[in-house]
């Protein structure tokens, strides 16, 4: 049998929705509080972009969205 025939079910990411931290792909769109946020690639560092509850810009850095709690799917 060939070893590397056989895979491991861990091996999907689809089985894991939400990963440790936030995707660090730009562009990505995560949900956060109800409300979409999405990675804005700047120059020298990254931070999500979103609205506060007045419809404001809001903008969060990786560890204050993972504080906060996150989801790739909207809330219900």
Do not use: F, H, I, K
Not at 55 to 67: I, N, V
Request: hydrophobic share 30%; aromatic share 6%; with cysteine.
């Amino acid at each position: 049998m060939n070893a590397d025939a056989v895979t491991s079910p861990d091996a999907s990411t689809d089985e894991n929705p939400d990963p440790a931290g936030p995707p660090t792909v730009p562009s990505s769109v995560v949900w956060c509080g109800g409300r979409p946020y999405v990675l804005e690639a700047r120059p020298g560092r990254a931070r999500w972009m979103g609205t506060d509850y007045r419809g404001r810009p809001e903008a969060l850095s990786p560890a204050e969205l993972q504080r906060r709690g996150w989801s790739r799917r909207r809330a219900c």
